[in-house]
Each structure stands twice: as C-alpha cells, then as structure tokens.
C-alpha cells in the first residue's frame, strides 16, 4: 500500500575462512573461475566475522549498501552479479506462483566486519558469504549458493561451509562445476586451532585481485604451482581425514611458502611479509624443530598477518612463545597482538 513503511529484513553472520591450499589466480575474471583447487578451514562463528543485513520495501526507491558505515557504490560489478543472480534465481522459483512483490522491491544492505579490511585477513570472503547467505534467505532461494558468492570473491565461496571446505576448480566454461564442498565437518577435528597474529590492521598496498593477475600475466613460477597444487589438495584431504597433524602443517607451511616465492617471482615482485612475519615463520621452525615433529603450522594470505594452525594442546606453550617473542598490540599497530580462534563444532552460519 502506498505510503507504508512495511520492510522485509534478514540478518546472518558469516566467518572468515584461511586457506592452507590458496587460490591465486583466475581463468575467468568475470566469472571467478581459479586456475586452482583451493582448501580453508572455516574459522569460529564468534571470532571474526561478518554481519549483513539485507532489507526490501515498497518505499526503497533504489538499491544501496553501507559497508562498515560507509555508503558505498551499488554499482560495483561484483556486487551486480551476485544481486542479479539471487534475482534470477528468485525469479525462477516464483515463476508459477505469479511472482512475489518483493521480488520488485529495491534492497538495502549494511554490512560490517569486526575486524580490519583489506588487510589480508580474508575480509571479502566472510562479506560476500554474508552477503549472499542473507539474500538468499530473504528471497528464499533453495540449493547451492556458493557459486554465487564465488561471483562476488571467489574466497568467499569457501565461507558458506563450516569445518574443513575444498572448492572445487570445475572444468566448464559456464563454471556451473566450480563451487564450495565440505570435505569434513568441524565436529571432524575438533582439537583443531588456528591463531591469528595480527601483524598490521593496515590495508594490503597490492589487493589479492590485482595481485593474482599479475602473476599469471608474469610469473613463470605460476605454471609449476598450477601443476602441483592439485596434488597437494589431495595429500591435505587425506591428511585431514586421517587427522594426520605432521602432515597437515608441512603442506600448508610449504604451499604458504610457495605462494609468496610465486608473488616474488611476478613482475614487479609483490612482497606481502615483512620483517614480522618472517620472524613468525623463523619462531615456528625452532619450535618443530626443538618438539621433533611439525606441532604449529603458519600461513600468510596476501598480507603480514599470520594464521598458525595447532591442536588443542599445544595452544598454551605456543602463546606463551609467540607472546615472549612478540609484544602486545601498541596503540601504532606495531608489532603484533595475538587472538586465539577456536574452530568450533557450530554449523558456519
Ligand atoms: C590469498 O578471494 O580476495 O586469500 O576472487 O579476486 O576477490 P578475488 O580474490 P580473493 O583472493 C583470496 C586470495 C588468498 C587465498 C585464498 O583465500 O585462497
């Protein structure tokens, strides 16, 4: 009725997820489409995470989104795509039922993280999971949808999943094949814990996007990783199943490394650690090193930041370390606080 103020509003958080097998480069740059197979753990709901609200009413006279307070363009591409999708999708459901009014109506967004952007700390994917979770409950759109979070980022595919999550590369040019698979529940592992050292809340100087593209445009390093890191996928799936911790943490350790000697190898190199960091990577070593078997395990996404992975019982000898090594957030974002992140047993969403 014209002149009510009657909205439709749907509210869901969504985690951050960090690869041990990461994604770093595209076949397709519309459709996101990896040159890779990738694999994360979903990390706990209560930790960091995203919040969206997704609204429809009568009196919207266009769509908008807030992102961290902020209005930001609607027009983004990604942003389309994933709109247009739950749209067509929506559309689709509702074609014998002669359609629904919201499905007419515009949409506002607002949208927050409770922690640092574009500072490597997977902050896209957690928001487009979000984004896309919450759309699809607020226009009842049914079966899988994190094809359609991959079209926002592709990370974010991984983050409709909790627990242990594989995406899937696909081989079709329409990338109806390429989307997120749980490979094992939380409740699978669940002495699993990663630790995030936050090295820098600042924002990363080359954003993963253009990052990746510049190293399949010049690294010649890119060609090998394509080659190996299917086999890697495989080797840490069967590691997780078995809860096989040794080998878990060397793949991730060295495909983290890899990653970074591939950004190197770009042209112009992009270098994402720094001096922390690679004080981090050196604090790990000795701490296998002396215990005699892989007991923590680092990875670094495009930033500084770190992300350890343990179990359970090592947490408190391996804080006690990193907080002897390293100080506690300063008020000048040097050098590192410490956050520790249990990966819990709750479904993702
Ligand atoms: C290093 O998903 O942010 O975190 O698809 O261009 O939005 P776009 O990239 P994005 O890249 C994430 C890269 C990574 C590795 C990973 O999470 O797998």
Partial sequence: MSGSCKFECVTCTAPVNIAVIKYWGKKDESLILPTNPSLSVTLGQDELRAKTSVAVSESFKEDRIWLNGREESIESPRIQNVLKEIRRRAHKRSADSKGESKLFQHVHIVSENNFPTAAGLASSAAGYACLVYSLAKLFAVQGEISDIARQGSGSACRSIYGGFVKWKMGEREDGTDSYAVQVAPESHWPEMRAL??????????????????????????????????????????????????????????????????????????????????????????????????????????????????????????????????????????????????????????
């Fill in 196 to 349: 995030i050292l936050v090295v820098s809340d600042q924002k990363k100087l080359v954003g993963s996007t253009e990052g990746m593209q510049t190293s399949i445009a010049t690294s010649e390093l890119m060609k090998h990783r394509i080659n190996l890191v299917p086999k890697w996928t495989d080797e840490i799936i069967e590691a997780i199943k078995q809860k096989d911790f040794t080998t878990f943490a060397k793949i991730t350790m060295r495909e983290s490394n890899q990653l970074h000697a591939v950004c190197l190898d770009t042209y112009p190199p992009i270098m994402y650690l720094n001096d922390t960091s690679k004080l981090i990577i050196r604090l790990v070593h000795c701490i296998n090193d002396i215990l005699g078997v892989e007991k923590v395990a680092y990875t670094f996404d495009a930033g500084p930041n770190a992300c350890l992975y343990l179990l359970e019982e090592d947490v408190p000898r391996v804080l006690h370390l990193v907080k002897h090594f390293f100080l506690p957030a300063q008020s000048n974002g040097q050098p590192s606080f410490v956050t520790g992140i249990p990966v819990p047993e709750s479904e993702a969403f």
